[in-house]
């Protein structure tokens, strides 16, 4: 088995055995980004970020969207399960916002992260709780799950303490962020202990 999503608003569940989509899940809007649990062992979920701003939740058991999440203003365009916690799930938006959630509590959300740790969100609502100066429009946890490392319209990498959602204050800016990016999801470890 494996997932694949495109701008045709669909996530599709394919049998590698025929080479067919098992089943197909349609949505709304564009789908940016879709993730399955890498150690779930309780649950089936396949997370998934469309046009709307909200996560909505694809049960494979079951065959239906079963649950969603609310609390981003605009495009959900990265999601990660957390590979520590099958139940956590970080997502990236338009609105410049990375929210990390629990999906088995009704309130759901459980932070959003601020890039300045609560000291500029204070004297500006606008800035309040921001990951990036623009969207977010990529996110991956590290092999470990200590860390998250989202990519933003800012030009920005940001490495995030995914425990206590504390911007780490390393982050790399220019031109080589895209390419730092994709190379970090496949070699990316997370910073030895001093």
Not at 27 to 32: A, E, L, N, R, S
Not at 108 to 117: A, E, F, I, P, Y
Not at 119 to 136: I, P
Request: charged share 20%; glycine share 6%.
């Amino acid at each position: 088995m494996f997932t694949s999503s495109s701008f045709d608003k669909t996530l599709k569940i394919w049998d590698t055995n025929v080479l067919q989509p098992a089943d197909t899940f349609s949505f709304d809007g564009t789908v940016y980004s879709h993730h399955m649990s890498p150690v779930a062992t309780k649950h089936t979920l396949i997370a998934v970020g469309t046009k709307s701003p909200k996560v909505q939740l694809c049960d494979l058991k079951s065959g239906s969207c079963c649950h969603i999440l609310q609390g981003h203003k605009q495009e959900v365009l990265a999601v990660s399960w957390s590979p520590r916690h099958e139940y956590v799930l970080a997502t990236a938006s338009a609105d410049s916002r990375v929210k990390l959630w629990d999906v088995r509590r009704a309130s759901g959300c459980l932070s959003t992260l601020d890039q300045h740790n609560g000291e500029k969100s204070q004297s500006s609502s606008e800035a309040a709780n921001t990951a990036h100066d623009g969207r977010v429009n990529g996110l991956c946890y590290t092999s470990d799950g200590l860390y998250l490392l989202t990519i933003g319209t800012d030009h920005r990498m940001r490495l995030w303490n995914s425990s206590t959602g504390e911007n780490t204050l390393v982050s790399v800016q220019g031109s080589l962020v895209m390419l730092l990016l994709a190379l970090s999801i496949f070699v990316f470890k997370s910073p030895s202990p001093k």
